[in-house]
């Protein structure tokens, strides 16, 4: 059944929802499971003070959470809270778990909303399902703001139903019963565990009132600094992964030949026989990505792999390099409005590398394909797209098909495509045989999604101490996009050749950036130029370049008018919230300190998806080939932080980002490929690089929670850049700034 509920708001006053909030019981007895539904609040576009105020952007008026929230609205309620008969509580999170500390906020959450300890909570990633639609998306920092509703509202029905259970054995009322740990107390001394109360809880027959999660106030576990729960076992080697899974009996350990340059296709294999009889090697298949060689062991595989001699046919950017590209997107770059007559004006302009994911889990899936059926297991971040596109590939019908999600080792956007889940349900279907399949350290570098490189030019024109425009002119290689919003019909959509991905494209751009200061008309266009490399979303996706190139040209427009950047800051930006993040981080990281010759402090800001954040770090850069981070301080404010210890490691993993795109780490790329393939060759932040002293604070808590997955990246980059520029007397314009081919690459 479905009943509408009214909702408190964060004064305690009760706010309608309509149609827009409904409660749904599911009934299986004898555990108790309950599914809720919840709408969107509506968006207040902030006030601005600013002597010559800009216009709110789209992005400050409806930003890309507040759309998938709306998108997956309509499913909300499909999202179940079980309590079983041991009186564990349960939830299949439809997300990925990719270590970014998701499972553990909401087992805080159902915690909280159930009176029981975090360890008796378990949080499983739901295998893909289609009924979901928009709903299983895992992406634009927008997990917990889209199921801390749905989530909390069925825990608190699920607690209001165990509780009238007890009232309906003890002849009381729910209003005289107490819960402490998940043991339920009557006024007389009667006890009763949850687990004792869930089959009577699941009755149909159950009279029960429609609750309302607990007030904030409330909170006991939410707010709280909480270690992960599966911290130990990531750090002891006992997590486990997609290959570490024993699933399928007999499940072939699979690698793949893949050809010298991106989207290079197989015209023949000369020496398939002679392969086939190397030792343990069992099949070698052709796919569309390449020429698989299944084996008893991965040193097999590898092998057999090596081994293989294949005539490729071109690829896609054959004749692409750094070079090239560099001045395709400079031609790409939309023109100005403003021209540069009669006012001052700051003009910059940027080159930003392409940048590997290079998360620690490359790239890898189990595949069992039979005739009539087929089963995955991967690491996810979009799996009913992928159920839906492996089905259509096998000539299946999509309930033949199970995706299960998978424990990512790191993502960074790289999951959201299923590049290997459809890579190995190919392979198992063309050779027979359930596989296990491995991207190299070599494949993943050069084959796998990359951050498109970009071109930035940014104008502002001053007059009398004020900014009257800001204009950013973006130019980048295709983001791909065609995951869409993780289901066929979007994905479908943003594939097609007129409007498709460049239409999805325009949306992420306009629905991430926006300038948080008052700078009169500001615009931000981006143009991308169509190649066809192996791009995504990384982390930040937009923001990263774009704001962080926008927080260099605030420090020149500063130097411009002769102002101190903190105080420019502050007395452009929008809000008042925001000021007080910023003069939180200038307290706690001591701006304006003296600094030795060659090292000096660098501030940058940035707001995004309900949240914003504050960076001020200091750089050594006294031997140029090697700058460093010494120190970082960074001030956030999220509205309401779940878990603040979970927010202090995404903070201080958008800045570990931050200093190797800044300072090391991209990808050449040459005759269609890129020349990095590995750790040592892609050089992101190492242990060496990072800051010997780093404090994240965060704001005290009000309303609902902000983004927070993407929010650290930006800032630190603008703040690297500032501390290099000032520590060196230069203006950096090309990023990475040491960026020299310092390795021989591997053979194609």
């Given at each position: 059944?479905?009943?509408?509920t ?7 006053e009760?706010?309608?929802?309509s149609?827009r ?16 539904r ?14 010559v ?6 992005a ?24 079983d ?16 500390g ?6 805080m ?6 009176d ?5 909570v ?12 928009f709903?299983q ?9 889209s199921?801390?509703g ?8 699920a607690?209001?139903?165990l509780l ?6 003890w ?11 998940g ?20 009755s ?19 707010g ?8 130990r ?19 072939l ?11 290079g ?7 398939a ?5 190397m ?7 052709t ?5 698989a060689?299944?084996?008893?062991t991965?040193?097999q ?28 997107l400079r ?8 021209p540069p ?11 930003f590398?392409?940048v ?9 899936a ?5 005739g009539?059926?087929a089963?995955i297991?991967?690491g ?7 159920q ?6 096998l ?27 459809l890579?190995?349900a ?9 596989v ?19 071109f930035?030019?940014v ?13 950013h ?5 295709e ?10 019909l ?5 594939s097609l ?10 949306t992420?751009?306009?629905t ?32 990263a ?10 420090d ?12 420019f800051r ?38 995004e998806?309900?949240s ?10 006294t ?5 460093r ?5 960074i ?9 603040p210890r979970g ?7 958008g ?12 990808l ?53 850049a500032?501390?290099?520029?000032r ?10 700034v ?11």
């Amino acid at each position: 059944m479905s009943l509408e509920t009214p909702e408190t708001d964060t004064r305690g006053e009760p706010r309608e929802h309509s149609r827009r909030r409904f409660l749904t019981y599911l009934v299986a007895a004898p555990t108790l499971a309950v599914a809720a539904r919840i709408g969107a609040d509506t968006l207040a576009p902030a006030t601005a003070n600013a002597a010559v105020p800009s216009l709110p952007a789209p992005a400050e008026l409806l930003d890309l959470g507040d759309a998938l929230i709306l998108a997956g609205a309509p499913t909300s309620g499909l999202i179940v809270v079980t309590v079983d008969e041991a009186g564990r509580v349960g939830l299949a999170l439809p997300r990925a778990e990719v270590g970014q500390g998701i499972t553990t906020a909401v087992g805080m959450l159902l915690a909280d909303e159930l009176d029981v300890p975090l360890d008796q909570v378990d949080v499983t990633l739901a295998d893909a399902r289609p009924e979901l639609v928009f709903n299983q998306l895992t992406g634009g920092s927008n997990t917990i703001r889209s199921v801390y509703g749905p989530v909390r509202t069925a825990a608190a029905q699920a607690r209001a139903r165990l509780l009238a259970a007890a009232a309906a054995r003890w002849g009381t009322t729910p209003g005289a019963l107490t819960v402490t740990d998940g043991v339920v107390s009557g006024p007389a001394g009667q006890t009763a565990t949850y687990g004792e109360l869930s089959a009577a809880a699941a009755s149909p027959t159950l009279s029960v009132v429609l609750a309302s999660p607990k007030p904030a106030s409330a909170a006991k576990v939410v707010g709280t600094p909480t270690n992960r729960v599966d911290a130990r076992k990531m750090v002891t080697g006992q997590m486990d992964y997609t290959l570490d899974l024993d699933v399928v009996p007999g499940a072939l350990p699979t690698m793949v030949r893949r050809p010298p340059t991106i989207n290079g296709t197989v015209r023949s294999v000369q020496n398939a026989a002679a392969v086939r009889a190397m030792p343990g090697v069992v099949d070698v298949v052709t796919v569309p990505t390449g020429v698989a060689v299944l084996a008893e062991t991965f040193g097999q595989a590898l092998d057999g792999k090596e081994a293989l001699q294949v005539t490729w046919g071109p690829g896609t950017v054959d004749g692409e390099n750094d070079a090239t590209i560099k001045q395709k997107l400079r031609g790409a770059a939309l023109p100005f409005v403003v021209p540069p007559l009669l006012t001052t004006t700051v003009d910059a302009e940027f080159d930003f590398a392409t940048v590997s994911h290079a998360p620690m889990e490359t790239n890898s899936a189990i595949a069992d394909v039979r005739g009539d059926r087929a089963e995955i297991w991967s690491g996810l971040k979009s799996p009913i797209v992928a159920q839906q596109t492996i089905a259509a590939d096998l000539g299946l019908p999509q309930s033949a098909v199970t995706v299960h999600v998978t424990q990512g080792g790191g993502s960074f956007g790289r999951r959201l495509f299923f590049d290997a889940a459809l890579e190995a349900a190919r392979i198992s279907k063309a050779a027979g045989k359930p596989v296990k399949l491995l991207w190299s350290r070599i494949d993943d570098t050069r084959h796998g999604r990359a951050r498109a490189a970009s071109f930035h030019r940014v104008r502002a024109t001053v007059a009398a101490g004020q900014v009257l425009t800001f204009e950013h002119r973006v130019a980048s290689v295709e983001t791909d996009t065609t995951h869409g919003l993780g289901e066929i019909l979007t994905a479908v959509a943003a594939s097609l050749p007129v409007g498709g991905n460049a239409s999805f494209a325009q949306t992420i751009f306009l629905t991430t950036i926006h300038s948080p200061y008052d700078f009169g008309v500001t615009t931000q266009l981006l143009n991308e130029v169509p190649l066809q490399m192996h791009t995504g979303s990384w982390r930040s996706v937009y923001s990263a370049n774009t704001r962080g190139a926008e927080e260099i040209v605030v420090d020149e427009i500063a130097a411009e008018l002769g102002k101190d950047p903190l105080a420019f800051r502050r007395e452009f930006l929008k809000q008042d919230r925001y000021r007080a993040v910023l003069d939180k981080v200038a307290t706690e990281g001591q701006w304006g300190k003296s600094m030795p010759r060659g090292t000096a402090q660098g501030i940058a800001f940035h707001a995004e998806y309900k949240s914003c954040t504050a960076c001020l770090v200091e750089v050594d850069a006294t031997d140029r080939t090697r700058p460093r981070v010494t120190r970082a301080t960074i001030v956030a404010d999220v509205g309401r932080p779940i878990n603040p210890r979970g927010l202090e490691a995404q903070l201080l993993g958008g800045l570990t980002d931050a200093i190797g795109t800044t300072f090391r780490a991209g990808l050449h790329i040459d005759a269609g490929l890129p020349l990095e393939g590995s750790y040592s060759q892609f050089h992101y932040t190492r242990q060496a690089d990072s800051p010997l002293q780093a404090q994240v604070f965060v704001m005290p808590a009000d309303g609902e929670p902000g983004g927070a997955g993407e929010l650290g990246v930006p800032a630190a980059v603008g703040a690297i850049a500032n501390a290099y520029a000032r520590a060196t007397g230069t203006k950096p314009r090309s990023f990475p700034v040491v960026f020299p081919v310092d390795f021989d690459p591997f053979p194609r």
